[in-house]
Structures are given as C-alpha cells and as structure tokens.
Nanobody, 119 residues
Framework: QVHLVESGGGLVQAGGSLRLSCAAS????????MGWYRQAPGKQRELVAA???????NYADSVKGRFTISRDNAKNTVYLQMNSLKSEDTAVYYC?????????????WGQGTQVTVSS
C-alpha cells in the first residue's frame, strides 16, 4: 500500500508565501515523476508544477517565476514553494506521483490541501 500525505496549506494574504510538502510512504521501489495539481471551485484540475526523478521541472505559465518545485529523493518527498501568492492561486492543491511498488507502476494522489489567498 502506498500513501501520499500533504501538508502546509492554509490562509495567507496576497503577496505572501506558503510551502507545501508531500511525503510518499509504503512499499515503494522507486518514484518517477512527482507533481502538484490544483483545483479551484468550478474549475478543472490543472497541473501547477512537475519534477522528474532526475530533477527536470516544468511549470504552468501562471506560476512561473513565483513557484518552485523540488524533491528530496531520500525522503520520498516533494515540495512546492509558493511566493508572491495571488487570490487566483486559491484552490485545493493535490500531490501526484508515479510510483513503482509491488503492484507495478501506478499514479497516486494525495488527499488535497486547501490554499486560500486573501486579497
């Protein structure tokens, strides 16, 4: 069984910062790509940022220059540093990871963490 547990969401004023963390646990052989998605009320879930096992990253245009994704492979953890937050960043943020375990390679999702940016 594999689990992703997120932390770090909350309420912040516009212009502020938050750091999200997502730790994977369980019977893990390897973790390939990891990423963060978000879903605002009434909108589809969208990719925010992703990082490969080798450290290559890509970002949604709306967060480039403000958000930074990183990972600690030894801790099976991915982070999202969010700076200069805007009200439009308000959403539930979900961690995603492509994980190889006893059952093969699968996509896993965290439970989501709320980020609210007040203007």
């Amino acid at each position: 069984q594999v689990h992703l547990v997120e932390s770090g969401g909350g309420l912040v004023q516009a212009g502020g910062s938050l750091r999200l963390s997502c730790a994977a646990s369980g019977s893990i052989f390897s973790i390939n790509a990891m990423g963060w998605y978000r879903q605002a009320p009434g909108k589809q879930r969208e990719l925010v940022a992703a990082i490969t096992s080798g450290g290559s990253t890509n970002y949604a245009d709306s967060v480039k220059g403000r958000f930074t994704i990183s990972r600690d492979n030894a801790k099976n953890t991915v982070y999202l540093q969010m700076n200069s937050l805007k009200s439009e960043d308000t959403a539930v943020y979900y961690c995603n990871a492509d994980i190889s375990s006893w059952g093969g390679s699968h996509d896993y999702w965290g439970q989501g963490t709320q980020v609210t940016v007040s203007s």
